[in-house]
């Protein structure tokens, strides 16, 4: 089977070419560089030449404050490039698979949010890439919309960001105490875990439609920050403060853990975030 992946210099483009070659999967992998997804034609020619069975969609415009200053590149590309991925998948009968966020939700729920539940976006980010969702099933019903929650992966993890966790060691050394908000509860999930899920989902031929793939349980980010010194023998104190989702002018939503309600009924779940920060730490991180 033939694959796709866009944005494979990402967390999870990376892990899921790296685990294509443990399983019985011909993943190809192109970067930002090589394709550039707002581009129709570029994009047309290079799947009717490779004739993929399945495109994986990683790439996204994913800086939330980056995101509200530069609307017409958030819809671009979380929106009017994914659009373009699915018409041209539908009308060559390949299945499309695209990553989408929990910051689709308000986190005004109080509890984790299942598929069924209805978006609420609270910020372009979120606008952009719910957007992004729609377009995707409308135009080729044959998709995979996978949501995933405070991703990290990698040596250096995301290209334009980090991560949380490479980011929060840095930040603490040389420090005693470090604040660290605790009321924005997250599933923190590694990218190995969600390049598994994901390929499981395919060797299943799980139904199409949304699917929630996350660590198991959930934690604020500073129970996330205070694991991470536990694992690395720091003695950086992690003070939890209540920031009530407010960075700057941009409202971030409170509660946003996602449950694997549909993957879970067909077999499929994900390790803790415990133990998948400690996997990640010791094959990443020592």
């Known amino acids: 089977m033939d694959i796709i992946v866009f944005g494979m210099n990402g967390q999870l483009g990376n892990e899921l070419l790296k685990m294509a070659a443990k399983k ?171 390049a598994e899920g994901i390929f499981r989902l395919i060797e299943k031929q799980a139904p199409v439609g949304i699917y929630h793939l996350v660590s198991s349980n959930y934690c604020s980010w500073a129970d996330l920050a205070k694991k991470v010194m536990e694992i690395k023998k720091q003695t950086t104190k992690i003070i939890p403060v209540k920031r009530e989702g407010k960075y700057g002018n941009l409202s971030r939503p409170l509660f946003t853990a996602l449950e694997n309600t549909k993957a879970k009924k067909l077999g499929i779940t994900l390790p803790t975030w415990e133990s998948a920060v400690e996997r990640y730490i010791d094959s990443y991180l020592k």
């Open 24 to 194: 019985k999967f011909n993943v190809i992998g192109f970067t930002k560089a090589e394709a550039n997804i707002t581009n129709y034609e570029q994009v047309r020619k290079l799947i009717q030449k490779i004739k993929p069975q399945i495109i994986i969609n990683t790439a996204a415009y994913q800086i939330v404050d980056k995101c509200e200053q530069n609307p017409d590149i958030a819809f671009a590309i979380n929106t009017i490039a994914i659009k373009n991925i699915a018409e041209i998948c539908q009308e060559q009968h390949i299945q499309t698979i695209t990553i989408s966020t929990d910051y689709v939700f308000d986190g005004k729920k109080g509890a984790t949010y299942e598929e069924t539940d209805i978006p609420h976006p609270l910020q372009i980010y979120g606008i952009s890439k719910y957007a992004g969702e729609l377009i995707c099933l409308q135009y080729n019903p044959n998709s995979y919309i996978i949501r995933t929650c405070a991703l990290f992966g990698g040596e250096t993890g995301s290209k334009s960001k980090g991560n949380f966790i490479i980011n929060i060691l840095k930040e603490a050394q040389g420090l005693s105490t470090l604040e660290v908000n605790n009321d924005q509860i997250i599933n923190p999930t590694y990218a190995v875990d969600l």
